[in-house]
């Protein structure tokens, strides 16, 4: 890889990988199973330079905000790049969002330029949301079909200026991107990120997962998520590696994916790698008994043999089905945006796919703590990464406090709030609001957020999203653990409990069994961690894009709902 | 070639066969995602049902943000 130390910009990084690699494959992109587009480094270059130069003969200037809304594929990362080739800060937002809230982040964040897929700007171009963000002057389109009216935009495809463009550099406190995080708190905030975070983020993720020239990385999660910008555009980027596209993203095209490009890494989010997992289980229920019995025997060898460190080519060999399934290539799943149940990873990790689960925020720079896997542990959420230092604050006698990050990849804060800004980063500080505590091997294990919590009376802290695991598995759609006063706010510091919160699945009713269920669970718990109700809620989960519970958005809505009479009795 | 009505009601009986519902029970009208308590990653596989039965591609763009049966239903009309 390249020695980023060198490199002052994320720009003046990949402007050298480009000319380092220049026969490499940097980029796949297929469709249904069938290959679009295959680029090399120099292809890439040779799509980007136009590119920049048109945006510099269109007046753009150093410290321009652009931004990006696009799925997946090649035209995100080469207009990325032209971006960052001519200074200017790029504006990474969801596709998923409804055109009025991408108006909205696009106001906020001061974006003059907008590169944008035809289908999203056929729906950004007729929302009244556009009239407000009158910043926006130019807004390049792709792929938009022949004859169509583009509301005033140019197509990305036209967009080429003649000669060679003026390479700008920045300074590594330079803003790189303002990335709005989904968060889980409400109101998305826009972390100020600079090139520094991002170099240095990417020297300390390559130096435990390591990119190379051949190493091809899945990209599925959304490039504008702080993990797939890393792992799935700078890392591999600066590594000399590939990254693939599939522009339909659905299950059977991703299974087909992995062996038909043989995929080293691959990024998921617990909900993906928990459906893998349940497809995985089915498969091997099926089996007739006497190879089910084989299986269980390999399986168990391999259990024998990689318990200190994973054994990737023997447990290839021994559990050769399962491997190719894969593609036979696969290093690691990189699993994050949530928490993931051990027993997932265990899962796993058994059958000789080890799991990268760690720990981050998009404020910290992405990843702070992963699992180094010596050994694999399933039960935490890894060590600091290097470059991380990472403090509990005010522990309380078991070890648990806040978990604060002071590192060079802390972001330089939140857009145009400083008073959040001082609140979070506290003597250079990042307060993640996260509650967590080091066991004697050095190993980060999480307790919940800091509010959704309850204090027993014995003077126990007890965090609702620990409490989940003992649900895990429950027969029904969804389900979430709250302090009932978080939910309910009370004066009182006395008598706080915790209660589950389930949403049925369709045709799915209350029964004594389900409640049994539900009461021999909880009474495996220790006392002092026990649920004391349940509530039923009839509707979806509000979830962020990247698939976690919006845990204070439903506590909003299930504050609607008298508490008394809502709690119902295990 | 099917009306948009014919359409619409082919996806319901294809959504009530894959998902095991009550014959007659879902509407044009009804957010999928929540009548039927499917994730996205169910309505995904919904989606390659139709392909196959309809023998049309829908890119993931036409279904972007799409939660009812009747604009999933004018998305199959218009690439028949």
């Known amino acids: 890889m390249l020695d980023l130390t060198k490199y002052s910009s994320l720009g003046e990084a990949i402007r050298e990988a480009l000319e380092t690699w220049p026969k490499e494959v940097c980029l796949y992109e297929s469709d249904r199973g069938e290959e679009k587009q295959r680029l090399t480094y120099t292809d890439f270059k040779e799509r980007a330079l136009p590119l920049a130069k048109w945006l510099q003969e269109t007046g753009f200037a150093a410290g321009d905000r652009v931004s990006i809304i696009m799925t997946n594929q090649s035209k995100w990362l080469i207009s990325a790049y032209a971006i960052f080739y001519c200074g200017g800060t790029l504006i990474p937002l969801d596709y998923k969002l409804k055109p009025e809230e991408q108006w909205k982040l696009l106001k906020h964040s001061g974006a003059t330029f907008l590169i944008t897929e035809y289908p999203i700007w056929r729906q950004l171009s007729a929302s009244a949301g556009r009239a407000e963000a009158d910043k926006v002057k130019t807004a390049l389109v792709t792929e938009a079909p022949a004859n169509v009216e583009l509301a005033g935009a140019t197509r990305w495809e036209a967009a080429r200026g003649n000669g060679q463009p003026e390479f700008i550099p920045r300074k590594r406190e330079d803003l790189a991107c303002i990335v709005y995080s989904s968060g889980t708190g409400g109101t998305p905030k826009g972390c100020m990120m600079t090139h520094e975070n991002y170099l240095e983020q990417c020297v300390a993720l390559t130096s435990w997962y390591p990119f190379w020239p051949g190493v091809k990385y899945l990209s599925i999660l959304p490039t504008n998520h702080a993990i797939d910008f890393m792992v799935g555009f700078i890392g591999p980027f600066t590594c000399g590696a590939a990254v693939v596209h599939l522009r339909t993203l659905r299950p059977e095209y991703v299974r087909e994916a992995f062996p038909q490009y043989e995929i080293t890494y691959v990024s998921l989010v617990p909900l993906v790698l928990k459906n893998l997992q349940k497809g995985l289980q089915a498969r091997f229920d099926e089996l007739p008994a006497g190879k089910r019995r084989a299986f269980e025997l390999l399986r168990k060898i391999n259990v024998a043999l990689t318990k200190s460190r994973p054994r990737l080519r023997l447990s290839r060999l021994l559990l050769k089905q399962v491997h190719q399934a894969f593609g036979g290539k696969i290093e690691t799943i990189i699993v994050g945006g949530a928490f993931t149940e051990p027993q997932t990873l265990q899962f796993f990790y058994d059958l000789g796919i080890p799991v990268a689960n760690g720990y981050g925020l998009t404020e910290a720079g992405t990843a702070v703590t992963v699992n180094d896997l010596k050994p694999f542990r399933a039960d935490t959420v890894g060590k600091p990464l290097p470059g991380m230092e990472v403090r509990i604050l005010n522990p309380s006698a078991d070890g648990v406090g806040q978990v604060a990050v002071r590192s060079r990849t802390v972001m330089a804060g939140y857009l145009d709030e400083p008073e959040l800004t001082a609140e979070t980063i506290v003597d250079g500080w990042l307060m993640t609001g996260d509650m967590g505590r080091f066991d004697p091997s050095g190993h980060l294990q999480l307790f919940g957020r800091k509010k959704n919590m309850i204090v027993t009376e014995e003077g126990k802290n007890v965090y609702a999203e620990d409490i989940e695991q003992a649900f895990e598995g429950l027969p029904v759609k969804e389900y979430c653990v709250f302090a009932a006063n978080y939910v309910w706010p009370s004066q009182s510091m006395v008598g706080e409990k915790l209660v589950l919160v389930i949403h049925l699945d369709r045709g799915q009713t209350y029964t004594e069994e389900l409640r049994k269920e539900i009461a021999t669970r909880n009474s495996r718990l220790m006392n002092y961690k026990r649920i004391h109700g349940v509530v039923l809620y009839e509707e979806d989960f509000p979830l962020t894009a990247s698939l976690k519970i919006i845990r204070l958005s439903l506590a909003n809505r299930l504050r609607k709902l008298p508490r008394e009479a809502a709690i119902l009795p295990v | ?80």
């Open chain 2, 1 to 80: 070639m099917r009306t948009l009505e014919q359409t619409t009601q082919e996806i319901l009986e294809l959504a009530t066969r894959h998902f095991k519902v009550a014959a007659g029970s879902l509407k044009a009208e009804d957010d999928f995602y929540r009548k039927l308590g499917i994730d996205s990653l169910q309505a995904l596989e919904m989606l390659s049902r139709l392909e196959n039965h309809f023998r049309i591609e829908l890119p993931d763009y036409e279904v972007q943000g799409v939660s009812d049966f009747k604009t999933l239903a004018e998305r199959v009309q218009s690439r028949l």
